[in-house]
C-alpha cells in the first residue's frame, strides 16, 4: 500500500491543506495468487477425506478467498476454507475424485486441482 501526502499551496485554504490518498498495490499492478490442493490422497470408504489448501498464497500478501468443488459431486464441508472434508462415499470399485480448488485475492484467480482415490474396501 501506498500513502501519498499532498499539501495544496494556495494560502486561502488555511493550515488544514493535506490531504492523504491511500492507494492499494491491487490498483497498481496486482500480482495473481497461487493455488495449492495440496497431495493427491488415497482414502477408505466411508472415512473423512481432509483437504490442505493452506499452501496457497499471493505475493502481495493478499487476503485470498477460497472455493473448492468435487467432481462427482459430493457433499463438502467449509468448501470456503482452506481445510476443507467430505466422507469418503460407498464406492463398487476404487474410484477417483478430482478437487478443484480456485483462490482469488479479489481481482486475480488461480485454479489447482488434487485427486482423491476412493478405495473400495469389499474386494
Ligand atoms: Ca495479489
Ligand atoms: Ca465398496
Known amino acids: ?39 493427491d490422497l488415497a482414502a477408505s470408504e466411508g472415512a473423512t477425506v481432509n483437504l490442505d489448501g493452506f499452501s496457497s498464497s499471493d505475493p502481495d500478501g493478499d487476503e485470498i478467498t477460497y472455493v473448492w468443488t468435487i467432481s462427482p459431486s459430493v457433499a463438502l464441508k467449509n468448501a470456503d476454507t482452506p481445510a476443507p472434508s467430505f466422507a469418503a462415499p460407498s464406492v463398487t470399485s476404487d474410484t ?21 482415490t476412493v478405495q473400495d474396501a469389499s474386494r
Do not use: F
Open 1 to 39: 500500500m501506498y500513502l501519498i501526502n499532498i499539501k495544496a499551496a494556495h494560502s486561502s485554504l488555511g493550515t488544514d491543506n493535506t490531504r492523504q490518498i491511500e492507494i492499494t498495490t491491487a490498483s497498481l499492478s496486482n500480482r495473481a495468487p497461487s493455488a495449492d490442493a495440496g497431495a
Open 96 to 116: 477417483t475424485y478430482t478437487l478443484t480448488l480456485a483462490v482469488s485475492d479479489g481481482t486475480d484467480a488461480a485454479t489447482d486441482t488434487v485427486a482423491v
